[in-house]
């Protein structure tokens, strides 16, 4: 009688870091550029102006925009700062996260989990690398032309940042850096797993549950919910604008910091105050998403053959 034979346990998958490819970054950086370029930027300042302007309603932002600028006024900020940001913030995102998942995975996180750590992580690194100026720029562009209701001519985007950097040196241009960061890190990571409860959602409801793909239309559903439910932050956000913003008001805090900004924005507008620009914010969500997932492929196909290399980004 011959002794059983015992199956021999299938060797578990080797744990292998991403690699970090050029044209990942080229398409990260060119889709940026190109949805901040078109309806992203306008989407950030209406955001950015209902934020530091709490008295105003969707409508009022509008033409309180329109009469610093006209059309132009819907673009303050863009250049350089918000394509500087477009363009390198991607790869932070991309160089963080993988390690990040990688070592979160070696010491034992799910590949949920290991995802979600990255992605906070490397949220946290575009704030302190890139996002942190850039923010801060921004909002001073959009702000500081309150200047010219009051008859003095604003100064430029570059005179503006030497004239910080004179004055405060590296922290005056990365005023709020860690309301950016808070907001990076919270809103990558809910982002990322609201997304993927989303799609698991749109996967059972079309019975598309053995990996099958998602139609164009069934990723951006997703991709929306997950970017439009992850501002729940929004408190942050106005937060960092407020710290950031130009305007002059006798009974802001002198040294600003997150904690008593969040009470200063708390006792002159509420609860309400916290929650101003989420209309646009999420509107700036659900663009990101089309442009990520409409474009993705097309933009993929020219990066392959500008390159020669292939293209294993998700987008």
Sequence with gaps: ?????????????????????????????????????????????????????????????????????????????????????????????????????????????????????????????????TMGFCTCMKTVEITKHKMAASGVAPQSTWATFLDIYKREGIRGINKGVNAVAIRQMTNWGSRFGLSRLAEEGIRKFTKKENGEKLSAVEKITASALGGGLSAWNQPIEVIRVEMQSKKDDPNRPKKMTVGNTFRYIYQ????????????????????????????????????????????????
């Design 1 to 129: 009688m011959s002794a059983a034979i015992a199956p021999i346990p299938a060797a578990p998958n080797k744990l292998e870091k991403k690699p970090i490819k050029f044209s990942n970054l080229l398409l990260g950086a060119g889709l940026n550029m190109f949805e901040v370029t078109t309806l992203g930027q306008p989407l950030e300042v209406v955001k950015t102006t209902m934020a530091a302007n709490r008295s105003d309603g969707f409508s009022s932002a509008l033409s309180r925009i329109w009469q610093r600028g006209g059309v132009f006024g819907f673009y303050q900020g863009l250049i350089p700062w918000a394509w500087i940001e477009a363009s390198t913030k991607g790869a932070v995102l991309l160089f963080v996260a993988s390690e990040a998942e990688y070592y979160a995975r070696s010491a034992g996180a799910s590949e949920f989990g290991g995802g979600v750590i990255g992605g906070m992580t490397g949220g946290v690194a575009q704030a302190y690398a």
């Design 268 to 315: 002159t507008n509420g609860f309400k105050g916290l929650y101003r620009g989420v209309t646009p914010r999420i509107g700036l969500s659900v663009w990101q998403t089309v442009c990520m997932v409409a474009f993705g492929d097309m933009a993929k196909t020219y990066v392959e053959k500008l390159t020669g290399d292939k293209v294993t980004a998700k987008h």
